[in-house]
């Protein structure tokens, strides 16, 4: 997945209708924890990956990454942070806000602390989305986007991407079954499926099965994936997941670790 698209999927993922703060009397409307589904006034949560053994059992920590989300008060993401197993940081990420929690861009950086570029999302008067554009690491134009807007959950249905010329290059549909993201598609410029994804989720909204086809020109390959959790925490979030491969074999184990805010 390109780097555009990976920080465009901060858009479908987060944003969602937060009650709690509507009943408190905030100016709030969208929160991330709400739309993860997540528990508890959750500071930052930290997640670790590890390799598997032969016999599926967890062994080291994979090379790429121990990811460190960070959250304010209203449950929203406010910083990512990515470092190897040697503790060294690779990607980082700040995320910008409207005042009622809308997701609006990220500024990011690599590898010493070099700028990797950034996104900016245009919201309208309505409040709901229009455009969004990302920029080298330079500061210059990249790519754009023009979206649906969004549906009650604050989450974008559908995009169409453009380079920098304007030149229409390809589009993307998601399904959501309320705040679950159930089934996408993808096009290219003349209207051809280049991939389809499907996932399925538990009563506690962890998804359980995924499943990826990409389409190109010469060949059609699916992968899909199984997700067992074998621990939560006090608070009912998961605290340790397995993924399996279609061929029943455990591949990777994350491990999280949450910080809550304690009680005023």
Same mark, same amino acid.
């Given at each position: 997945?390109?780097? $555009?698209?990976?920080?465009?999927?901060?858009?479908?993922?987060l944003a969602?209708?937060?009650?709690? %703060?509507?009943? $408190?009397?905030?100016?709030?409307?969208?929160?991330?924890?709400?739309?993860?589904?997540? /528990?508890?006034?959750?500071?930052?949560?930290?997640?670790?990956?590890?390799?598997? !053994?032969?016999?599926?059992?967890?062994?080291?920590?994979?090379?790429?990454?121990?990811?460190?989300? #960070?959250? !304010?008060? =209203?449950?929203? $993401?406010?910083?990512?942070?990515?470092? !190897?197993?040697?503790?060294?940081?690779?990607?980082?990420?700040?995320?910008?806000?409207?005042?009622?929690?809308?997701?609006?861009?990220?500024? !990011?950086? /690599?590898? %010493?602390?070099?700028? *990797?570029?950034s996104m900016? +999302?245009?919201?309208?008067?309505?409040?709901?989305?229009?455009? #969004?554009?990302?920029f080298d690491?330079?500061?210059?134009?990249?790519?754009?986007?023009?979206?649906?807007?969004?549906?009650?959950?604050?989450?974008?249905?559908?995009?169409?991407?453009?380079?920098?010329?304007?030149?229409?290059?390809?589009?993307?549909? $998601?399904?959501?079954?309320? @705040?679950? &993201?159930?089934?996408?598609? &993808?096009?290219?410029?003349?209207?051809?499926?280049?991939? /389809?994804?499907? *996932?399925?989720?538990?009563?506690? %909204?962890?998804?359980?099965? =995924?499943?990826?086809? /990409?389409?190109? @020109?010469?060949?059609?390959?699916?992968?899909?994936?199984?997700?067992?959790?074998?621990?939560?925490?006090?608070?009912?979030?998961?605290?340790?997941?397995?993924?399996? =491969?279609?061929?029943?074999?455990? +591949?990777?184990?994350?491990?999280?670790?949450?910080?809550?805010?304690?009680?005023?």
């Amino acid at each position: 997945m390109t780097k $555009a698209l990976i920080l465009l999927a901060g858009l479908f993922l987060l944003a969602c209708n937060n009650e709690k %703060g509507k009943e $408190a009397g905030k100016k709030v409307k969208y929160s991330d924890i709400d739309v993860e589904m997540l /528990k508890g006034d959750i500071q930052s949560y930290e997640e670790v990956s590890y390799k598997t !053994d032969s016999s599926g059992k967890m062994g080291e920590m994979d090379t790429c990454c121990a990811n460190l989300t #960070a959250y !304010d008060e =209203n449950g929203n $993401a406010t910083t990512f942070n990515s470092k !190897d197993a040697k503790g060294m940081m690779k990607y980082a990420s700040v995320y910008s806000r409207l005042e009622n929690g809308l997701w609006t861009g990220s500024t !990011d950086t /690599k590898e %010493g602390g070099k700028p *990797a570029g950034s996104m900016k +999302v245009d919201v309208d008067d309505k409040g709901q989305y229009g455009y #969004a554009h990302t920029f080298d690491s330079t500061g210059k134009p990249d790519i754009y986007y023009t979206t649906s807007g969004q549906n009650e959950f604050g989450q974008v249905q559908s995009w169409k991407q453009y380079d920098k010329d304007s030149v229409f290059r390809q589009e993307w549909e $998601a399904t959501y079954d309320k @705040k679950l &993201m159930i089934s996408s598609i &993808m096009k290219d410029s003349v209207g051809n499926i280049k991939q /389809k994804y499907s *996932a399925k989720y538990n009563d506690r %909204g962890e998804i359980t099965e =995924n499943s990826t086809t /990409k389409i190109t @020109k010469d060949s059609t390959t699916t992968t899909s994936n199984k997700f067992t959790y074998e621990s939560h925490d006090e608070n009912g979030n998961w605290t340790q997941r397995t993924e399996w =491969n279609d061929k029943g074999k455990a +591949v990777r184990i994350i491990k999280r670790t949450y910080a809550y805010r304690k009680p005023a």
